[in-house]
C-alpha cells in the first residue's frame, strides 16, 4: 500500500489536485503507521521464544549508549542527563539493552516540551530489593491511570502530542518478568513519571 501510494505520487506528478495529494500522504503515513505497529508487536512476541541468557551486564553503559544516540538524532535538544555509575545486573543482555533503551527512549519523547529537561538513571533498595529506576520531568500521568501503562496501545497521550506505538512500556514489563522481576511506575501529572524495576539474579522465569 506504501509503494503504491508513493508510485502514485511520483509517477502522477501534478494530475492529482491537492486534496487528492492530501489524501494519498494520509495513506502513505498511515501506511508506515501500520508497519511500525507490525514490527513491535513482532517484536513483543519474539520476547518469549529466544533463550534466556544471563551475564553481568552494565546498565550504566546501555544508558550512556542510549544517550548517545538519543542525542545524536536531535543535537537541537539540551538534556540534563544523572546516570548513575556502576549499575550491574544478572541479565540477558539483548533484552537488557531493550529494556534500557526503552525507558530511556520514552523519559526523552516525554521530556520533549519540558524548557529544561532532566533524565536521571539510577538504583536504590526498595523492600530490601536493589531496584533500577529511570525518572524524568516531563508530562507525566495521573495515578488514576497507571494500570494502563504496561498494557499494549494503551496510550495516555495522544499519537498527536507525542508520537510512538503504545507497545514500550508493555516491552519493559515482558522483559523484566522474564527474568522474574517486577517493574512498577509513579507520577504526578506536569511533575514527571519514575519507572521503576528489579532484576533478580537468582535464573529463573516466572511461569506464563
Do not use: C
Request: without cysteine; hydrophobic residues 40%; negative net charge.
Amino acid at each position: 500500500m506504501n509503494g503504491f501510494a508513493h508510485l502514485l505520487l511520483e509517477t502522477y506528478t501534478g494530475k492529482f489536485d491537492a486534496e487528492g495529494e492530501d489524501w494519498l500522504k494520509e495513506i502513505i503515513a498511515n501506511a508506515v503507521k501500520m508497519g511500525s505497529l507490525i514490527d513491535a508487536l513482532l517484536s513483543l512476541a519474539q520476547l518469549n521464544r529466544t533463550a534466556l541468557r544471563r551475564e553481568s551486564v552494565d546498565l550504566s553503559m546501555l544508558a550512556h549508549a542510549a544517550e548517545g544516540r538519543l542525542e545524536a538524532s536531535d543535537p537541537r535538544r539540551a538534556v540534563e542527563w544523572v546516570i548513575e555509575d556502576g549499575l550491574h545486573a544478572e541479565a540477558d543482555p539483548t533484552l537488557a539493552r531493550a529494556l534500557v533503551d526503552n525507558l530511556v527512549g520514552n523519559a526523552w519523547k516525554f521530556t520533549s516540551k519540558e524548557a529544561a529537561p532532566r533524565i536521571e538513571v539510577g538504583a536504590t533498595e526498595h523492600h530490601g530489593t536493589n531496584t533500577f529506576y529511570v525518572r524524568d520531568n516531563g508530562v507525566g500521568f495521573d495515578m488514576t491511570y497507571v494500570n494502563k501503562l504496561f498494557t499494549p496501545f494503551q496510550r495516555l497521550h495522544s499519537v498527536r502530542e507525542f508520537e510512538g506505538t503504545g507497545i514500550g512500556l508493555a516491552t519493559v514489563q515482558r522483559i523484566v518478568r522474564r527474568h522474574g522481576g517486577h517493574v512498577w511506575a509513579n507520577g504526578v501529572v506536569g511533575g514527571g513519571a519514575t519507572i521503576s524495576f528489579t532484576l533478580p539474579d537468582a535464573p529463573q522465569e516466572p511461569a506464563e
